[in-house]
C-alpha cells in the first residue's frame, strides 16, 4: 500500500480554522482500514478526490471490486481530510444498506460546507442510516497517523505536538457537529 507524506498529512488533515500564508489547496482524502471480524490481517489504503470522482466514490467502487465474503461481517474506519458532501452522504448511505456485512465508521478532522443546509441532512442521514460519523480526536489522529504515514524519512516537526494541536482544534468542531445532529 502507497503511504501519505508526513507533510501531506501534516497540511491535508490540519483542522485550524484558518491558515497562514503560503495558503495551500485543501483536499480531500480518505483513508480507511476494512478489518475481518475473524482476526485476519486488515487491508488498508488511501484515496483522494479526482477530477470526476470523489474520494468516497473511488472507496466504495474499491470495496465492491475486493469481492468480499458477505457471510463474514467487516468493520470499515473511514479517516477523512473533510466530512462527505450531502450527494457522497446518500451514496453511502445506499452502499451500506446494500452490503449490511459492512459495519462503517466515519472520523472526519473537518467539517464540509457544515454551514449549508443540504450538508448538515446528509451528515443526518449517515447517522440516522447507522453509519456513525464523528470528527477525529488524538486517538483517531494517532491511528491514522500510524497507519497511513510513511515514516522512512525525518520529519521537519514533531509529530506528537502536531497531533496534540489537532485535537486541541477538534473540540470546537465536535460541538458543531454534535449541533448538527440533534437540529
Known amino acids: 500500500?502507497?503511504?501519505l507524506t508526513a507533510e501531506t498529512f501534516r497540511l491535508q488533515f490540519n483542522n485550524k480554522r484558518r491558515l497562514r500564508r503560503?495558503?495551500?489547496?485543501?483536499k480531500a482524502l480518505l483513508c480507511y482500514q476494512l478489518t475481518p471480524q475473524n482476526g485476519s490481517t486488515p487491508t488498508r489504503g488511501y484515496?483522494?478526490?479526482k477530477k470526476k470522482c470523489h474520494a468516497e466514490i473511488c472507496f466504495i467502487n474499491e470495496i465492491k471490486s475486493m469481492g468480499l465474503d458477505e457471510t463474514q461481517c467487516y468493520q470499515v474506519t473511514c479517516y477523512l481530510t473533510w466530512s462527505p458532501c450531502s450527494s457522497c452522504a446518500w451514496e453511502l448511505v445506499d452502499f451500506i444498506k446494500a452490503h449490511d456485512h459492512l459495519n462503517l465508521g466515519?472520523?472526519?478532522s473537518r467539517l464540509y460546507?457544515?454551514?449549508?443546509?443540504?450538508?448538515?441532512?446528509?451528515?443526518?442521514l449517515l447517522c440516522g442510516s447507522q453509519v456513525p460519523v464523528e470528527v477525529m480526536g488524538f486517538p483517531e489522529f494517532a491511528d491514522c497517523w500510524e497507519n497511513f504515514v510513511d515514516h522512512e524519512k525525518p520529519l521537519s516537526f514533531n509529530p506528537y505536538k502536531m497531533?496534540?494541536?489537532?485535537?486541541?482544534?477538534?473540540r470546537a468542531i465536535k460541538r458543531r457537529?454534535?449541533?448538527?445532529k440533534q437540529s
Open 113 to 124: 460546507y457544515h454551514w449549508c443546509k443540504p450538508q448538515q441532512k446528509g451528515l443526518r
Open 1 to 3: 500500500m502507497a503511504l
Open 177 to 180: 457537529l454534535e449541533r448538527i
Open 47 to 49: 484515496f483522494e478526490n
Open 106 to 108: 466515519i472520523f472526519a
Open 163 to 170: 497531533l496534540e494541536e489537532l485535537d486541541k482544534n477538534s
Open 22 to 26: 503560503p495558503y495551500y489547496p485543501r
